[in-house]
């Protein structure tokens, strides 16, 4: 079974798009997360969400708008793509430990969502 | 904020040999150090990690140790097989509130050569 899964696995597309990539996890985990990694491998962190609600939202462009509408999805769209969004996108999961609010550490990635803007 | 430097961006090594890998942060209050490994096309995954409150972990060939004096953390991967032939990424975090980021170090690039 898959733990964290995204859909597409690849998707190519023309400058000016709007596009969705959409992540699922089947840990039970209370917090998700977009990554973005670039051509040299660089991961960074674009957001996060704790059962719904946004926690991190990184320096990123208001083209890309997170949503998550249960704690096992959190979806990524894009809005008029550019050519500099090409890139590998990963979803992952974590585990809150509840009371304290401290996440348990581990991060399970998704297979990842390689975007081709031309 | 965290920032964490990663050293080598490239290490080549016989196979059989041992291979280290050293990463910097700058945030004293981090507390939390993984290492993931990431195979050609594939997802990063946690290989071990370590928390402040201990020196040095050990996993079969993998080892990790921490100096939070001087804050920095290395990977030990002894005896190289094929097999680890892949993109390593250092990371710290303080873990300690909801916000609060995993940074990712740039990563390095491990070959294993025959």
């Known amino acids: 079974d898959t733990a964290v899964s995204q859909t597409p696995k690849y998707l190519v597309t023309q400058m000016g798009n709007d596009k969705s990539i959409k992540c699922e996890q089947n840990?039970?985990?209370?917090?998700m997360y977009w990554y973005k990694q670039d051509s040299k491998k660089f991961l960074k962190i674009m957001f996060s969400?704790?059962?719904?609600?946004?926690?991190i939202n990184e320096t990123v462009p208001n083209r890309f708008s997170p949503k998550s509408p249960d704690k096992a999805h959190l979806n990524l769209h894009i809005n008029s793509l550019e050519l500099g969004d090409s890139a590998v996108y990963f979803c992952?999961?974590?585990?809150?430990?509840?009371?304290?609010?401290?996440?348990?550490?581990?991060?399970?990635f998704g297979p990842g969502t390689r975007l081709l803007v031309l | 904020g965290e920032n964490v430097e990663q050293h080598p961006s490239t290490l080549s090594v016989q196979e059989g040999d041992s291979a280290v890998i050293k990463c910097t942060y700058s945030?004293?209050?981090?507390?939390?150090f993984p290492w993931y490994k990431q195979e050609l096309g594939k997802r990063p995954q946690l290989i071990i990690d370590?928390?402040?409150?201990?020196g040095e972990k050990k996993d079969q060939r993998i080892a990790v140790t921490l100096n939070k004096t001087a804050k920095h953390f290395s990977l030990h991967i002894t005896e190289t097989q094929p097999e680890d032939s892949a993109v390593y990424f250092c990371?710290?975090?303080?873990?300690?509130?909801?916000?609060?980021?995993?940074?990712f170090g740039k990563g390095t690039r491990l070959h294993i050569l025959p």
């Open positions: 990371a710290a975090s303080p873990l300690t509130n909801r916000d609060d980021k995993i940074i």
């Open positions: 992952a999961s974590s585990q809150d430990l509840g009371l304290a609010g401290v996440r348990r550490e581990t991060q399970y």
């Open positions: 840990l039970g985990h209370d917090t």
């Open positions: 945030d004293s209050a981090s507390n939390y």
């Open positions: 969400y704790n059962n719904k609600e946004l926690i």
């Open positions: 370590i928390r402040s409150n201990v």
